[in-house]
Protein backbone atom coordinates (compact mmCIF):
# COMPACT_ATOMS: atom_id res chain seq x y z
CA UNK A 1 0.00 0.00 0.00
CA UNK A 2 1.11 3.30 -1.24
CA UNK A 3 0.68 6.45 1.26
CA UNK A 4 0.63 9.75 -0.60
CA UNK A 5 0.41 12.63 1.01
CA UNK A 6 -0.26 16.50 -0.54
CA UNK A 7 1.15 19.71 0.59
CA UNK A 8 1.70 23.19 -0.53
CA UNK A 9 -2.04 24.35 -1.08
CA UNK A 10 -3.28 27.74 -0.30
CA UNK A 11 -4.69 30.99 -0.96
CA UNK A 12 -3.01 32.98 -3.80
CA UNK A 13 -4.26 35.97 -5.72
CA UNK A 14 -5.04 35.90 -9.35
CA UNK A 15 -1.48 36.18 -11.61
CA UNK A 16 0.40 34.40 -8.50
CA UNK A 17 2.24 30.81 -8.13
CA UNK A 18 2.00 28.20 -5.91
CA UNK A 19 4.20 24.54 -5.50
CA UNK A 20 2.45 21.72 -4.57
CA UNK A 21 4.45 19.02 -3.22
CA UNK A 22 3.32 14.78 -2.63
CA UNK A 23 5.59 12.45 -1.15
CA UNK A 24 4.90 8.47 -1.45
CA UNK A 25 5.85 6.44 1.44
CA UNK A 26 7.18 3.93 -0.30
CA UNK A 27 10.69 3.00 -1.96
CA UNK A 28 8.55 2.14 -4.65
CA UNK A 29 8.34 5.26 -5.85
CA UNK A 30 10.73 5.04 -8.73
CA UNK A 31 8.67 2.37 -10.48
CA UNK A 32 4.92 4.55 -10.43
CA UNK A 33 4.08 6.98 -12.87
CA UNK A 34 2.39 10.09 -10.87
CA UNK A 35 -0.62 12.29 -11.67
CA UNK A 36 -1.91 15.12 -10.39
CA UNK A 37 -6.20 15.84 -10.65
CA UNK A 38 -8.02 18.20 -9.55
CA UNK A 39 -11.74 18.76 -8.32
CA UNK A 40 -13.36 22.12 -8.31
CA UNK A 41 -16.80 22.85 -6.69
CA UNK A 42 -19.57 21.36 -8.40
CA UNK A 43 -17.62 19.52 -10.79
CA UNK A 44 -15.86 15.89 -11.95
CA UNK A 45 -12.64 15.26 -10.99
CA UNK A 46 -10.10 15.88 -14.16
CA UNK A 47 -6.23 15.20 -15.32
CA UNK A 48 -4.27 18.03 -14.78
CA UNK A 49 -0.47 16.97 -15.32
CA UNK A 50 1.30 13.76 -15.29
CA UNK A 51 4.81 12.30 -15.43
CA UNK A 52 6.41 9.19 -15.88
CA UNK A 53 8.06 7.07 -13.47
CA UNK A 54 11.79 8.46 -14.53
CA UNK A 55 10.58 11.94 -15.04
CA UNK A 56 11.67 12.08 -18.83
CA UNK A 57 8.10 12.27 -20.02
CA UNK A 58 5.41 14.74 -18.92
CA UNK A 59 1.50 15.35 -20.25
CA UNK A 60 -0.75 18.24 -19.38
CA UNK A 61 -4.48 19.29 -19.65
CA UNK A 62 -4.51 21.84 -22.01
CA UNK A 63 -5.86 23.93 -19.77
CA UNK A 64 -2.95 24.19 -17.84
CA UNK A 65 0.02 24.09 -20.48
CA UNK A 66 2.80 26.64 -20.36
CA UNK A 67 1.50 27.10 -16.64
CA UNK A 68 1.53 24.41 -14.71
CA UNK A 69 5.21 22.05 -14.94
CA UNK A 70 5.23 18.59 -12.75
CA UNK A 71 8.62 17.39 -11.87
CA UNK A 72 9.85 14.27 -9.50
CA UNK A 73 12.66 13.80 -7.19
CA UNK A 74 12.65 10.00 -6.73
CA UNK A 75 15.31 10.04 -4.12
CA UNK A 76 13.48 12.36 -2.35
CA UNK A 77 10.20 9.87 -3.33
CA UNK A 78 8.60 13.05 -4.13
CA UNK A 79 6.70 14.55 -6.77
CA UNK A 80 6.20 18.42 -7.63
CA UNK A 81 3.31 20.91 -8.81
CA UNK A 82 4.37 24.23 -9.98
CA UNK A 83 1.36 26.25 -11.01
CA UNK A 84 2.17 29.88 -12.45
CA UNK A 85 -0.55 32.74 -13.73
CA UNK A 86 -2.71 30.97 -11.39
CA UNK A 87 -6.55 31.55 -12.61
CA UNK A 88 -9.51 31.76 -10.35
CA UNK A 89 -10.89 28.77 -12.73
CA UNK A 90 -8.02 26.81 -11.22
CA UNK A 91 -9.73 26.73 -7.91
CA UNK A 92 -10.24 23.32 -6.53
CA UNK A 93 -8.39 20.36 -4.32
CA UNK A 94 -5.63 18.94 -6.38
CA UNK A 95 -4.96 15.58 -5.83
CA UNK A 96 -2.14 13.07 -6.35
CA UNK A 97 -1.95 10.13 -8.20
CA UNK A 98 -0.27 6.90 -8.76
CA UNK A 99 0.08 4.49 -11.76
CA UNK A 100 1.48 1.37 -11.71
CA UNK A 101 1.01 0.40 -15.71
CA UNK A 102 0.74 4.16 -17.46
CA UNK A 103 1.00 7.40 -17.21
CA UNK A 104 -2.64 8.49 -18.06
CA UNK A 105 -5.56 11.06 -17.88
CA UNK A 106 -7.60 8.44 -16.85
CA UNK A 107 -8.71 8.31 -13.43
CA UNK A 108 -9.23 4.44 -13.61
CA UNK A 109 -5.99 3.89 -14.11
CA UNK A 110 -4.44 5.10 -10.72
CA UNK A 111 -4.56 2.68 -8.09
CA UNK A 112 -3.01 4.90 -5.32
CA UNK A 113 -4.25 8.69 -3.95
CA UNK A 114 -3.60 11.49 -1.80
CA UNK A 115 -6.42 13.40 0.65
CA UNK A 116 -5.97 16.46 -1.59
CA UNK A 117 -4.69 20.21 -0.79
CA UNK A 118 -7.06 23.00 -1.33
CA UNK A 119 -6.05 25.37 -3.43
CA UNK A 120 -7.93 28.95 -3.64
CA UNK A 121 -7.25 31.78 -6.46
CA UNK A 122 -8.98 35.44 -5.56
CA UNK A 123 -9.59 37.81 -8.62
Known amino acids: QVQLVESGGGLVQAGGSLRLSCVAS????????MGWFRQAPGKEREFVAGITRTGANTHYADSVKGRFTTSRDNAKNAVYLQMNSLKPEDTAVYYC????????????????WGQGTQVTVSS
Open 26 to 33: ERTFSTLH
Open 97 to 112: AASMLVLSTREDQYVY
